[in-house]
C-alpha cells in the first residue's frame, strides 16, 4: 500500500514493516554533505562529465585506486565500520544514501569493493582482533586489494560442492592449498582473497569447508584472465599449487566456513543502491532516447518502455524494503535473493528494450549522454547478460526463495 504524505513524500507499507522513504533529519544533512564533497573533489564535472574511459584495465584500476584513496580519506568507504577501523559507525540508510550520491554523481564503483562489501563485514563479524587490525585500514584506502575465490569449475551455484582442499603443514602448523577457483573478479590485481576450501573431507558437504585469507602473490598462486563478450578480462581462473597459509589467517573456526560465508552472501545479495540508481540513469537514457527515435510511436515498443519504467520503480521499492529490516537490526536475509533475482531479469528486460530502440544505432551510442560515442549501451547489455549467474546464479537464488522463505519443501537429493 502507498500512503501520501503532504510533502508529497510516501511511505511503503509492506505486509511485514513499514517503509519510511524520505530522509531522516541526518539523513539529508549527510546527503548534502556528500554533494558538496563530491562537487568539490569530483575529477570530472559533477551532473555533467563523466569518468574517464581507460585503454587497458591496468590503468582503470590503478585510477580506481587513487579515487578510492580520496573518497577514504574524506570518510565516504565503509561509513557502517566501526570508528576504531576508519569507518563512521554509521546506519545502513547513512551507507545507503552515500552509495546513492557516488551513484548520480557517476562515480566509478569502487575498484575495492570485494573488500569493502564483502570481506570487510564478514571480518567484523568473524575476524580475530589482529586480523581486523592487519587487514581493515587497508581495505578502506584501496591500499590493498581482495577479491572472492568461492566459485570453481563444478562448484559455480552449487558453492558446497567445492573441491579445493587445503591440508594440515606439519612443519609450520599452517595448511597446503591445492585447486581451482573461476569467476574471480580483478584477481590479477588482488593482494589479498578470500577463499573457501574443503578441509574435512568425509564431513557433510558444508561441514568440512574452512575460511582463509590467501596471500595472492605467495608461491603457488597463478592468476590467469578471461576474455568476456564485452572484450575485457576482468574475470580470471585461479590455480593453487600448494600453497602456503598461515595458521593466523584463517577466518572464524575451522571447518565452519560455509557459516562464515553465508554472512558474506546476504551483504553481496542484500540492499543494492548503486544498481538502483544506475538503473535509474539508464532508465532516464533509455526515455530520452525513445523521444529521439519515435520509439513512443510504436505500439510494442511503448508497451516495453512502460515495463521497463514500472520495474525500476518496483526496484526502488525493493531495496528501501529491505534497508528498513537492516535498520530495524534485523539480518539482510533469504529476501536478499528475492531482490537479487529480481534486478537482475529486469536489468536483462530494460537492456534488450534499449537494443530494439536503438536498433542498428546500438553499436555507435554510447548511453551516458545519449551522444553518438563508443556503442556504451551495447556493451552494458552484453555486461548485464551475465547479471543471472553473478552473485549465485538465478535457478539457486528461485530454490532459496522457494525453500527459506516459502517454506516449500526441499529439492530431492
Excluded at 550520491?101 to 564503483?109: D, G, Q, S, T
Excluded at 562464515?260 to 552472501?265: A, E, I, K, P
Excluded at 527515435?293 to 510494442?300: I, V
Aim: charged content about 25%; hydrophobic content about 35%; aromatic content about 10%.
Amino acid at each position: 500500500m502507498i500512503v501520501v504524505e503532504p510533502d508529497t513524500r510516501v511511505r511503503f507499507v509492506t505486509y511485514d514493516s513499514e517503509v519510511d522513504l524520505r530522509d531522516s533529519e541526518d539523513g539529508s544533512i549527510l546527503r548534502a554533505e556528500c554533494r558538496s564533497w563530491l562537487k568539490s573533489n569530483l575529477p570530472w564535472t559533477y551532473g555533467e562529465g563523466l569518468p574517464p574511459r581507460f585503454d587497458t584495465l591496468t590503468e582503470e584500476v590503478e585510477f580506481g585506486r587513487s579515487w578510492q584513496a580520496r573518497l577514504a580519506e574524506g570518510r565516504w568507504v565503509g561509513l557502517a565500520w566501526p570508528q576504531k577501523y576508519g569507518g563512521r559507525g554509521a546506519s545502513a540508510s547513512a551507507h545507503f544514501i552515500v552509495t546513492e550520491e557516488l551513484a548520480r554523481a557517476r562515480a566509478p564503483e569502487l575498484v575495492g569493493r570485494i573488500g569493502v562489501n564483502l570481506v570487510g563485514p564478514t571480518l567484523l563479524t568473524h575476524g580475530t582482533d589482529t586480523q581486523k587490525a592487519e587487514w581493515l585500514g587497508d581495505i578502506l584506502g584501496a591500499r590493498s586489494l581482495w577479491c572472492q575465490l568461492f566459485s570453481e569449475p563444478d562448484a559455480g551455484s552449487d558453492l558446497a560442492s567445492l573441491k579445493t582442499r587445503a591440508v594440515r603443514d606439519k612443519t609450520t602448523d599452517g595448511w597446503r592449498l591445492s585447486g581451482q577457483k573461476v569467476w574471480t573478479s580483478y584477481a590479477q590485481f588482488a593482494d589479498w582473497g578470500y577463499c573457501l576450501a574443503r578441509t574435512d573431507p568425509d564431513a557433510p558437504k558444508r561441514k568440512g569447508i574452512t575460511a582463509f585469507a590467501v596471500d595472492m602473490h605467495a608461491p603457488g598462486v597463478e592468476v590467469r584472465p578471461l576474455v568476456q563478450s564485452t572484450g575485457e578480462a576482468e574475470f580470471n581462473e585461479v590455480f593453487f599449487d600448494d600453497v602456503l597459509i598461515a595458521a593466523e589467517h584463517v577466518i572464524g573456526p575451522v571447518n565452519e566456513g560455509w557459516r562464515v560465508s553465508q554472512s558474506t552472501l546476504g551483504h553481496e545479495r542484500g540492499v543494492n543502491p548503486r544498481q538502483m540508481v544506475i538503473h535509474i540513469q539508464h532508465l532516464e537514457e533509455l526515455m530520452k532516447l525513445a523521444e529521439e527515435t519515435g520509439a513512443f510511436d510504436t505500439y510494442r515498443l511503448r508497451q516495453q518502455l512502460a515495463e521497463a519504467y514500472v520495474e525500476v520503480k518496483l526496484f526502488q521499492l525493493h531495496n528501501w524494503r529491505s534497508l528498513t529490516r537492516s535498520e530495524q537490526g534485523l539480518p539482510p536475509g533469504p529476501e536478499g535473493s528475492a531482490l537479487k533475482l529480481y534486478w537482475s531479469e529486469m536489468s536483462k528486460r530494460m537492456h534488450a528494450t534499449a537494443m530494439d530502440v536503438l536498433g542498428e544505432e546500438a553499436c555507435l551510442w554510447r548511453g551516458a549522454d545519449g551522444n553518438p560515442g563508443d556503442g556504451e549501451w551495447q556493451r552494458s547489455w552484453l555486461y548485464y547478460l551475465s547479471s543471472s549467474i553473478f552473485a549465485g546464479s538465478n535457478e539457486i537464488q528461485r530454490t532459496i526463495i522457494s525453500e527459506r522463505v516459502l517454506s516449500l519443501p526441499r529439492e530431492p537429493k
